[in-house]
């Protein structure tokens, strides 16, 4: 298992000599804005500028580990199932044969167009910390979206077709894909369905396409939002090898009401999650996520951060030595 830090939106000098001092080996990178890359409608990203990003990384002493999510407008219509959706999977497919070239081994992301939703970024934890969370009751009368009531059906059916496509050129290119499960796990928000709000879910995406390269981006946070056994489904997955890399975080609540908290206090009980990491062979990033925000905290959350990290690495350690 290895430390890496993640929710990188813009990477800066000062984020990678701060992954440096936390001890990461390795960095993920969210949604990159990289030069001479096509435009939002119709984009893919780039041999040379995703050469550029690794090399840069590289340059730090750090490994790029992944690549989490590409914007969403380069792929609504496959998401959606709208005219379009063919040109928009093969730049989908440009995008995982370039990083196969320059060798980023993983790519998250999600299949859910409102991707992550929460009512509230300013609830108050423990000491007045600042944590996010989400109140279905408030979100129920959600008018749809533009684009009109989507079902569940059509979303399976809108992600069985793009997955059949896509896994075969991640093969052939060497990158692994790994799903996000959709956050909040309720059934439909705004009129679109998120199917990705169960176990039974995902093992429903590794049997649509059986594949060393179909596997899940392992939101431990959202994964307990559903109100399941996290470590039963770490050990299900896990023993599979289906979980590419892990979202380290806690929360408190169930699929229709829960705030996010520090690592240490949630409902998950997090050095037994570790250890059922360790017990299944899981071997790759491990990065902070949706981390409070502390007092006299940076806007992209250094303070919060550093405290994850610490208890992050502390863990591992204590597994390693134990186990």
């Given at each position: 298992?290895?430390?890496?830090l993640?929710?990188?939106y813009?990477?800066?000098?000062d984020?990678?000599i701060?992954a440096?001092?936390?001890g990461?080996?390795?960095?993920i990178v ?5 030069p001479g890359?096509a435009?939002?409608g ?5 041999f040379?500028?995703?050469l ?17 999510n590409?914007?969403?407008e ?5 998401m ?5 959706r063919?040109a928009?999977?093969?730049n989908f497919?440009k995008?995982l044969e370039?990083m ?15 991707r992550?939703w929460?009512t509230?970024?300013?609830t108050?934890w423990r000491?007045d910390?600042?944590v996010?969370?989400?109140?279905y ?7 749809p979206t533009?684009?009109g009531?989507?079902t569940?059906?059509q ?5 069985t077709?793009?997955?059949k496509?896509v896994v075969p050129?991640?093969?052939?290119a ?7 499960p959709?956050?909040?796990p309720?059934?439909?928000l705004?009129g679109?369905?998120?199917i990705?709000?169960s ?9 649509i396409?059986s594949s060393?390269f179909?596997g899940?981006e ?5 994964f307990?939002?559903m109100g399941i056994?996290v470590?039963?489904?770490?050990r ?9 890399y ?6 408190i609540g169930?699929?229709?009401?829960f705030?996010?908290?520090?690592v240490?206090d ?6 037994r ?5 360790k017990?299944v062979?899981?071997d790759?990033?491990?990065?902070d996520?949706?981390?409070p925000?502390m007092v006299?905290?940076?806007?992209w ?5 550093a405290y994850?990290?610490?208890?992050i690495k502390?863990?591992i350690?204590?597994v390693?030595?134990?186990m």
């Amino acid at each position: 298992m290895r430390f890496a830090l993640g929710s990188i939106y813009e990477l800066t000098d000062d984020k990678l000599i701060f992954a440096k001092q936390l001890g990461a080996t390795d960095i993920i990178v969210h949604s990159p804005v990289l030069p001479g890359t096509a435009p939002l409608g119709e984009g893919y990203y780039g041999f040379r500028p995703l050469l550029m990003l690794r090399t840069r990384v590289e340059a730090a002493g750090l490994r790029l580990a992944a690549i989490e999510n590409i914007p969403s407008e380069w792929y609504l219509k496959a998401m959606l199932g709208f005219s379009g959706r063919d040109a928009q999977i093969e730049n989908f497919c440009k995008t995982l044969e370039n990083m196969g070239r320059v060798g980023i081994p993983i790519l998250g992301y999600n299949f859910c167009p409102g991707r992550v939703w929460r009512t509230c970024s300013h609830t108050s934890w423990r000491g007045d910390a600042r944590v996010t969370s989400f109140d279905y009751e408030l979100m129920k009368n959600a008018p749809p979206t533009e684009h009109g009531v989507i079902t569940d059906d059509q979303m399976w059916e809108n992600f069985t077709y793009f997955v059949k496509r896509v896994v075969p050129v991640a093969e052939e290119a060497g990158v692994k894909m790994a799903l996000h499960p959709d956050d909040p796990p309720v059934p439909s928000l705004a009129g679109i369905a998120r199917i990705f709000r169960s176990p039974e879910a995902f093992k429903r995406l590794i049997e649509i396409v059986s594949s060393d390269f179909n596997g899940i981006e392992f939101c431990q946070g959202t994964f307990s939002e559903m109100g399941i056994d996290v470590i039963e489904a770490i050990r299900y997955f896990g023993s599979r090898r289906k979980i590419f890399y892990v979202h380290f975080r806690n929360v408190i609540g169930n699929p229709y009401k829960f705030n996010e908290t520090f690592v240490d206090d949630g409902q998950t009980d997090m050095l037994r999650a570790m250890m059922a990491f360790k017990e299944v062979g899981f071997d790759g990033p491990i990065i902070d996520d949706h981390v409070p925000c502390m007092v006299d905290d940076s806007p992209w959350g250094h303070r919060g951060r550093a405290y994850a990290a610490g208890y992050i690495k502390a863990l591992i350690a204590a597994v390693n030595a134990l186990m």
